[in-house]
């Protein structure tokens, strides 16, 4: 089970999570490689269960060709370009680029995609309310609060992350919903 990153900082991960009008991204640096500054952008857990299937037993070369996969899928450029347009463009870099890219996408992945089969739900959540309670998300963290709708006739509101997000409900990632239940979890 995937746990929250011990390098970034509670409150750094709560606003990567919740990332308005698009999915979170993390800036990685490839300048070494001759790449300039990418981004690589979190998948919903159903995208990434369609490359790899929770308990699929994977041998090396498949485990290769997941990682290929991942890169192709959520790595882009500032302008939102894809900055592989295909598998065999990445198939193309000399072996030990792809392997210090793959690297790099692996370690961002694990800070914005968190999943909801595959991560430690109580840790996350932990982690993301300590950041949606630090001072500086005061004004994000009483955004996703706000983003109810009273239920007219009761006392009761109803959540709702794609007024929030403005976004679907169904492109919001696990990640980005992981951040938006721990803040409202503070609305007390």
Not at 31 to 59: Q, R
Not at 124 to 129: A, I, N, P, S, Y
Not at 150 to 159: D, G, K, N, R, Y
Request: hydrophobic share 40%; with cysteine.
């Amino acid at each position: 089970m995937r746990t929250p990153p011990k390098d970034v900082s509670p409150a750094q991960l709560f606003r990567t999570l919740c990332s308005v009008a698009r999915r979170p991204r993390w800036r990685v640096s490839l300048v070494s490689l001759g790449l300039p500054d990418l981004v690589v952008e979190g998948l919903a857990g159903h995208e990434i269960e369609e490359i790899i299937p929770i308990g699929e037993h994977m041998d090396e070369q498949r485990q290769d060709v997941v990682l290929d996969e991942l890169v192709v899928r959520c790595l882009r450029n500032l302008d939102d370009s894809p900055a592989f347009s295909s598998l065999s463009q990445f198939g193309c870099a000399p072996y030990e680029d792809a392997l210090a890219i793959s690297n790099e996408v692996f370690r961002a992945l694990c800070i914005v995609a968190p999943i909801y089969g595959r991560s430690d739900l109580k840790a996350w959540h932990g982690v993301l309310r300590e950041g949606a309670l630090h001072p500086s998300n005061y004004a994000l963290r009483r955004a996703v609060i706000e983003s109810a709708t009273h239920l007219s006739m009761t006392a009761h509101f109803q959540p709702q992350p794609d007024r929030f997000f403005g976004m679907p409900m169904g492109y919001i990632t696990d990640g980005q919903w992981l951040a938006f239940d721990a803040a409202w979890s503070t609305k007390g």
